[in-house]
C-alpha cells in the first residue's frame, strides 16, 4: 500500500472505534470525501450508510464547502489564494455571460435574484444572465472564478469598471495581469475600446494600460474560438442571393463550394472530410458549436477542394489560412513555442495578418462600400488585434524567462468548461436560479483549490494523485451559536 492508503486505512480504524460526535478526520479524507461527494452524492451516501466506510456526515462536508461566501461578489477563495502566494505569477482575465432561469430566492434574510453590480447599481429587475470574470495563471499555478453579478446583459461602461477592479485585486494580489480575453460579441466591443481608451485602429496597438505595470500593457484578445465560428458564419452565408459574396484576388470565397464537395463525398463510400449534414445544415445552436468550424475550416477540407471542385482557389486559400492560424493560437504542450524566432510566429505576422490587410485594402480601394466582399468588420477587426496581441504576448513572455508558451492557454474554454459545470452540478436541472450558481461557483472553487494542494496543478491529469498525504488544514465554516 502506498502512504495515502496506509493513513486512510488507519483514520478508519481509529473512527470505527469511536462515537460519530467523538469522531475526527484527517484533512486529506476530508478532501477525498469531498471530491466523492461531488461527482455521486448517493454513491457517498451508499458507502457512508451501509458502513462500508467510515465517511464524515454531509453536514460536515457542508462546513468546509460551503466555507466561501456564495453571495453574488468577489470571490472570497480565490483573493484567499492568491495571498498565499509566495511570489507573482503571470496569467490572464477571462470574462463571460451565462443564462440564469428568472428566479427570487431568499438567502441569509437577503432577496436575492435582482440585477445586482453591488456598490455600482442595483436595479429591481430580475437578472436573466450572470457575468463571470475568471482569472487563470499561464503555468496553471492559479484557475479560479475571481467575482460574478447578476445581470442581464452586462453594459460595456459596467464591464469596464468591473474589469478594472479585478484587475486592482489580482495585481495587489501576486498575480500579474498580462492580458483580458473575451468573445467578440457588441458590448464587449465597446468593454474593449473602453478600457484602451479609442477605438480600434489597425496602424495602433491595442492594449489597455496597467496602473500597476507601467511597461506592460493589458493586451486584449478575442477568444480564438469565437473568431473561428464567425469565420465559419461568414462563409456560410458567402453564397448568390446571400448576405455576402466573399471574394479575395479575384477569387471566390463561397458556401456553395463546400457543399459541392460534400455531396461529391456522400456519393462515395471512403470520404477525404468529416463533413456531414451537421455541418452543412447550420442553424442557431449548431453555430455555436466550435467542432463543427474547425471540420469545416480544415486542411482536410481545403486539400479536397483544390482537388475536386473546379473554380474552389479562393475558398480553398482562405480555409488553408484559417487552419494554420487557429492551428498554431491554439498549441499545447507538444508543440508549444520556444523562441521569438518560431517560423509560426513569422508566419502569423508576414503571411496571414497580411492576408487580413490586403483584403480590407482590396474592398476599399477597388470596390468601395461594398461590406459584403469581405468577413464582417467585427470579426476582420478581431483576428487582426487579436493576432497581434497574441505575438505580443508569446514575446513578452519568452523575454520574461518563459521556456515555452502555449498559446492554446489564451482562452475562454476554461471559463466555458466551469458554465458546464453548474448546469451539471444541479443534475437535471440545467437552468440554475442564482441561489443555485453561488453555491456551485463556491463548490467549483473549493474543488479546484483541492485538485492544486493535490496535484500542483489545477487538473489531475492521469496521474493518481492519491498517493501522498497533505496535512495541510482546510479552512471550516463557522457554526453559528
Known sequence: MNEWQRMFFKEQFKNAKAIPSARRYHPDVIRWAIELY????????????????????????????????????????????????????????????????????????????????????????????????????????????????????????QLASLFWEAVGICETNNFHVHAVVADGCSVNRKFFDLIHGSKYLPSQKYTAPNPYHSTDDILICCDTSHLLKTSRNAVYSSKPGGTKYLCKSGEDILWPHIKTLYELESSKPLHKTKLSPAHMDLHSYSKMKVSLAKDTLSWAVATALKQDVAKSEGTSTFIFKLDKWFEIVNCGVKNA?????????????????????????????????????????????????????LIALTNRLLLNNFQYVCLGMVTQDVLEAVFGNLRSIMRRNTNPDIKQIGYGLSNISQRKIIKKIKGGNTTFGKSNVWTSVCEEPLSKKIKNK
Open 337 to 389: 513555442i520556444k523562441s521569438p524566432d518560431d517560423e509560426r510566429l513569422s508566419w502569423l505576422q508576414k503571411h496571414f495578418i497580411q492576408y487580413l490587410l490586403d483584403w480590407r485594402n482590396e474592398v476599399d480601394v477597388i470596390y468601395p462600400g461594398e461590406e459584403k466582399r469581405i468577413i464582417s468588420r467585427s470579426t476582420w477587426e478581431g483576428l487582426l488585434f487579436s493576432t497581434q496581441n
Open 38 to 157: 461531488a461527482k455521486s452524492p448517493s454513491a457517498y451516501q451508499q458507502l457512508r450508510t451501509t458502513g462500508v466506510l467510515v465517511l464524515p456526515s454531509t453536514k460536515t462536508l457542508q462546513q468546509y464547502r460551503n466555507f466561501g461566501s456564495s453571495s453574488p461578489g468577489i470571490n472570497e477563495l480565490a483573493v484567499a489564494e492568491m495571498k498565499k502566494l509566495k511570489s507573482t505569477i503571470d496569467g490572464y482575465i477571462t470574462v463571460d455571460e451565462m443564462k440564469v432561469k428568472e428566479n427570487l430566492v431568499i438567502q441569509n434574510g437577503k432577496l436575492l435574484g435582482f440585477i445586482d453590480f453591488g456598490e455600482r447599481m442595483f436595479d429591481a429587475k430580475l437578472a436573466t444572465h450572470i457575468c463571470v470574470f475568471y482569472a487563470r495563471s499561464l503555468k496553471k499555478e492559479l484557475s479560479l472564478p475571481l467575482s460574478w453579478w447578476p445581470t442581464t446583459v452586462t453594459p460595456s461602461f
